[in-house]
């Protein structure tokens, strides 16, 4: 992705799509941050997940509570937080990419659909 992105910063390139967060901290580790924006629709949605061994109930089970523990105790939100709105040490680099609603939605209804199942919103 830096050499994408380095296209675009030397004028080789006049657009670069990517994940948003990856384009976001391209930007926030830019030169000239402010010269960027990340525009235009979502083009698809590719929910994060963890990837388990299968056959593991318990495991599985443990994963899912340590999950929505954090969720409902904001410590997700705090972790999202640190390393996606404010300065990440040791250049205080700050990558500025607020919840996307469908994240919040994500964190709203936690569940194991396939990522097939999600869609563009």
């Not at 004028?11 to 926030?28: E, H, T, V, W, Y």
């Not at 994240?103 to 936690?110: E, G």
Request: a neutral charge.
């Amino acid at each position: 992705h830096a050499d994408s992105f380095l296209m675009l910063e030397t004028g080789r390139a006049d657009a670069f799509i990517m994940d948003g967060s990856i384009l976001a901290a391209n930007i926030s580790k830019s030169k000239a941050p402010n010269d960027y924006k990340i525009v235009g629709e979502v083009l698809s949605v590719e929910p994060i997940a963890c990837m388990m061994r299968k056959d593991d109930p318990a495991f599985k089970k443990a994963v899912d509570e340590s999950i929505v523990r954090q969720i409902k105790d904001g410590s997700l939100t705090k972790l999202y937080d640190k390393w996606f709105l404010q300065p990440i040490p040791p250049n205080n680099v700050k990558v500025g990419l607020p919840l996307s609603a469908a994240t919040k939605d994500a964190w709203a209804h936690p569940n194991d659909k396939p990522m097939e199942a999600y869609e563009v919103k």
